[in-house]
């Protein structure tokens, strides 16, 4: 599947993964027998991607883990969904609006957004 290097970076991203997912306490191991009789166990997958900057250097390997969604059923498992992204044009305002009312902007990274929030800002 990857190559012997990528195999041990990807192995390392995974640890990282799920060392993170257990510092915000999002992630915790339990016994299939703990789960209530109700409960739908869900299968996971990992995902696997590498990170380059622009003029093509590696920058790092990252793996998430991802909810085998396929195994849910809309109004049994689940009734709603969301994401929240915001459009271009809705930045591009944004950043014109804060260029014209001479606002300091940020750029805010999230690392495991979903499960908690974890960030990195930097201003300009």
Excluded at 32 to 44: N, Q, R, Y
Excluded at 87 to 102: E, F, G, R
Aim: charged residues 20%.
């Amino acid at each position: 599947m990857f190559k012997t290097v990528d195999k041990n970076a990807f192995i390392e991203s995974q640890k990282t993964e799920i060392k993170g997912l257990r510092k915000f306490d999002v992630m915790d191991l339990h016994h299939i027998s703990d789960l209530p009789p109700w409960a739908l166990l869900l299968s996971s997958i990992w995902s696997y991607r590498r990170k380059w900057l622009p003029n093509g250097v590696l920058l790092k390997y990252k793996s998430k883990i991802c909810v085998n969604g396929k195994e849910q059923s809309f109004g049994h498992d689940y009734w709603e969904t969301y994401a929240p992204v915001a459009s271009w044009v809705t930045i591009h305002m944004m950043l014109i609006l804060s260029s014209l009312l001479n606002l300091k902007t940020c750029q805010v990274d999230y690392m495991q957004a979903f499960p908690k929030l974890a960030l990195t800002t930097q201003c300009i």
